[in-house]
């Protein structure tokens, strides 16, 4: 009989792990503690409205994540929005590219009217910089200095980008994984710099499609089950979830980081690893949902604000959501502003009102803030690592040691979870 496997936390690194397991024989059960599936990159419902804990934008590089939608039933080229990649921001920057290739982004930065000749030349600069990961790391900051950039290229190319990338300021991330991620898209292959917005709910992009086709074929995920602690016990592992202690052959720890090193504390070969996880440093994402008239459109479905709060602002009434409902995206501790919640939300009402006038008063606000979003990803950040023991295994957007915490990330690890429990 094949081996069963305890995955415990159903984000999409959880689930991402989950299905592959069954694709390679194995018999899998997903704790998740939560009512809901889908982790840090979740949709919640408040007062019979669905709404995502954040905004994410998807890229054509995210080749793991777009297949693991399809092979659940998620069809990407109706949830997503793929369009090239395009910046504009509240101040009339603007720039795109005519379609995802390399040259058509290097015509985009030479043809870019937002951009003096200083600045293109700047930006093809950073664009041969990042061709090779460079030897040691330092912040992007430092590397926006060493490659000769411009205040204009920082402040609308390479600070929101790595802002929304990395969720770490520019004078703390890490060069080389800012690189990493500029590489597989802006120098990746044709499509990979393409823009995918979603144009559904985060849990219908993979998380709930997943949970039910694991159901399909036995294996639905136990909401609203808490892993307690993890024991070795003969040759398997005994889960305390309260009412029960269920047993199994292996285990895969894909809770959010925070939590795994209370989870390993009867697990003493993994002590280590443990150790390096509380180590991490985290970065919030704060999202201010603002409804207004259903008749209310703003002038794209995406844009970006260059100075003050918030970094993004989203149509979601564009992008199939409830028509008037704004998301406007506040990334990053340094971002926040000291008032907390209540001044993030005049704050972003101000900005709104004063890129669009016509705007009225809104018909509601909430905020929603997921205080550990992401990891600080600052450079020389050690790497997790995975236990000696193979029946174990750690999957989650914080492991890959060039890539930053990212939906993509999380898959990725997630089926290299399942790859390592299967011996192969």
């Given at each position: 009989?094949?081996?069963?496997?305890?995955?415990?936390?159903?984000?999409?690194?959880?689930?991402?792990?989950?299905?592959?397991?069954?694709?390679?024989?194995?018999?899998?059960?997903?704790?998740?503690?939560?009512?809901?599936?889908?982790?840090?990159?979740?949709?919640?419902?408040?007062?019979?409205?669905?709404?995502?804990?954040?905004?994410?934008?998807?890229?054509?590089?995210?080749?793991?994540?777009?297949?693991?939608?399809?092979?659940?039933?998620a069809d990407p080229d109706v949830l997503l929005r793929r369009q090239p990649l395009a910046l504009r921001y509240s101040d009339g920057f603007e720039l795109r590219a005519r379609s995802g290739s390399r040259a058509a982004l290097a015509i985009a930065f030479l043809c870019c009217r937002s951009l003096g000749w200083h600045d293109r030349l700047a930006a093809?600069?950073?664009?041969?910089?990042?061709?090779?990961?460079?030897?040691?790391?330092?912040?992007?900051?430092?590397?926006?200095?060493?490659?000769?950039?411009?205040?204009?290229?920082?402040?609308?190319?390479?600070?929101?980008?790595?802002?929304?990338?990395?969720?770490?300021?520019?004078?703390?991330?890490?060069?080389?994984?800012?690189?990493?991620?500029?590489?597989?898209?802006?120098?990746?292959?044709?499509?990979?710099?393409?823009?995918?917005?979603?144009?559904?709910?985060?849990?219908?992009?993979?998380?709930?499609?997943?949970?039910?086709w694991l159901a399909a074929r036995g294996h639905a995920p136990q909401r609203g089950t808490r892993v307690r602690s993890v024991r070795a016990q003969g040759d398997g592992f005994t889960l305390d979830t309260g009412d029960a202690q269920p047993c199994f052959d292996r285990v895969v720890f894909a809770t959010s980081p925070h939590h795994l090193p209370a989870?390993?504390?009867?697990?003493?070969?993994?002590?280590?690893?443990?150790?390096?996880?509380?180590?991490?440093?985290?970065?919030?994402?704060?999202?201010?949902?603002?409804?207004?008239?259903?008749?209310?459109?703003?002038?794209?479905?995406?844009?970006?604000?260059?100075?003050?709060?918030?970094?993004?602002?989203?149509?979601?009434?564009?992008?199939?959501?409830?028509?008037?409902?704004?998301?406007?995206?506040?990334?990053?501790?340094?971002?926040?502003?000291?008032?907390?919640?209540?001044?993030?939300?005049?704050?972003?009402?101000?900005?709104?009102?004063?890129?669009?006038?016509?705007?009225?008063?809104?018909?509601?606000?909430?905020?929603?803030?997921?205080?550990?979003?992401?990891?600080?990803?600052?450079?020389?950040?050690?790497?997790?690592?995975?236990?000696?023991?193979?029946?174990?295994?750690?999957?989650?957007?914080?492991?890959?040691?060039?890539?930053?915490?990212?939906?993509?990330?999380?898959?990725?690890?997630?089926?290299?979870?399942?790859?390592?429990?299967?011996?192969?």
């Amino acid at each position: 009989m094949s081996a069963t496997v305890a995955i415990i936390g159903g984000g999409w690194a959880g689930l991402a792990c989950a299905v592959e397991c069954v694709q390679r024989g194995l018999r899998p059960t997903v704790f998740e503690a939560a009512p809901q599936v889908g982790g840090r990159a979740r949709t919640v419902e408040f007062d019979g409205l669905r709404l995502d804990n954040g905004q994410h934008i998807l890229i054509g590089a995210y080749h793991d994540t777009l297949r693991a939608m399809r092979h659940v039933g998620a069809d990407p080229d109706v949830l997503l929005r793929r369009q090239p990649l395009a910046l504009r921001y509240s101040d009339g920057f603007e720039l795109r590219a005519r379609s995802g290739s390399r040259a058509a982004l290097a015509i985009a930065f030479l043809c870019c009217r937002s951009l003096g000749w200083h600045d293109r030349l700047a930006a093809l600069r950073m664009m041969r910089a990042i061709k090779h990961t460079p030897d040691a790391d330092e912040t992007v900051a430092a590397m926006l200095v060493r490659t000769g950039q411009t205040g204009n290229t920082v402040r609308h190319l390479w600070a929101p980008l790595c802002i929304a990338a990395l969720n770490t300021e520019v004078a703390q991330a890490s060069a080389r994984v800012f690189a990493c991620v500029l590489r597989e898209s802006l120098n990746g292959a044709a499509g990979d710099a393409d823009l995918l917005l979603p144009q559904a709910d985060l849990g219908q992009l993979f998380p709930e499609p997943a949970a039910a086709w694991l159901a399909a074929r036995g294996h639905a995920p136990q909401r609203g089950t808490r892993v307690r602690s993890v024991r070795a016990q003969g040759d398997g592992f005994t889960l305390d979830t309260g009412d029960a202690q269920p047993c199994f052959d292996r285990v895969v720890f894909a809770t959010s980081p925070h939590h795994l090193p209370a989870l390993l504390r009867d697990l003493p070969a993994l002590e280590a690893i443990a150790r390096r996880v509380a180590a991490l440093g985290y970065e919030p994402i704060t999202t201010v949902y603002a409804a207004f008239d259903a008749h209310t459109r703003l002038p794209a479905a995406m844009t970006g604000f260059a100075a003050g709060l918030p970094h993004w602002v989203f149509d979601r009434g564009a992008l199939g959501g409830p028509q008037g409902l704004t998301a406007s995206v506040i990334s990053a501790v340094a971002a926040l502003p000291d008032g907390g919640r209540e001044q993030s939300e005049r704050a972003v009402l101000h900005a709104l009102r004063t890129h669009h006038p016509v705007l009225g008063e809104p018909l509601w606000v909430r905020t929603i803030t997921e205080r550990r979003a992401t990891f600080r990803c600052t450079p020389g950040r050690t790497s997790i690592g995975q236990p000696d023991d193979a029946r174990i295994a750690i999957a989650g957007d914080y492991l890959l040691d060039d890539y930053p915490a990212t939906i993509e990330a999380a898959v990725r690890s997630g089926t290299a979870a399942a790859a390592r429990i299967a011996g192969r």
